[in-house]
């Protein structure tokens, strides 16, 4: 089994940023591996953020967050990075790294989560 450890929540001003970390373990990587971010907030469902693959080559992102989250993969430390710029009060959520393999984009395409860290977005 896969394991997933994030870290970097915490609160942060309007307008601020903020970079949620997940280190992946736990087993052998596939190069078809794929991991993502999801967050969910108090009485919603849910929701994809944004996936990166294995490989580096593409990164999706939800409309909501295009052009202020970007998402990265450390390849030697097997660890993905999500950096969230811009950040609004909608932001706040709790978020998920997840992991998959195959291409990430709905919470059916998940095959591992992360036990999720906490952002509030507040002033």
């Known amino acids: 089994q896969v394991q997933l450890v994030e870290s970097g929540g915490g609160l942060v001003d309007p307008g601020g940023s903020l970079r949620l970390s997940c280190v992946a373990s736990?087993?052998?990587?596939?190069?078809?591996?794929?991991m993502g971010w999801f967050r969910q907030a108090p009485g919603k469902e849910r929701e994809f953020v944004a996936a990166k693959s294995w490989s580096g080559g593409t990164s999706t992102y939800a409309d909501s967050v295009k052009g202020r989250f970007t998402i990265s993969r450390d390849y030697f430390n097997d660890t993905v990075y999500l950096q969230m710029n811009n950040l609004k009060p909608e932001d706040t959520a709790v978020y998920y790294c997840?992991?998959?393999?195959?291409?990430?984009?709905?919470?059916?395409?998940?095959?591992?989560w992360g036990q999720g860290t906490q952002v509030t977005v507040s002033s």
């Open positions: 736990g087993r052998t990587y596939s190069t078809n591996e794929a």
């Open positions: 997840a992991a998959s393999y195959r291409a990430i984009s709905t919470l059916q395409d998940v095959g591992y």
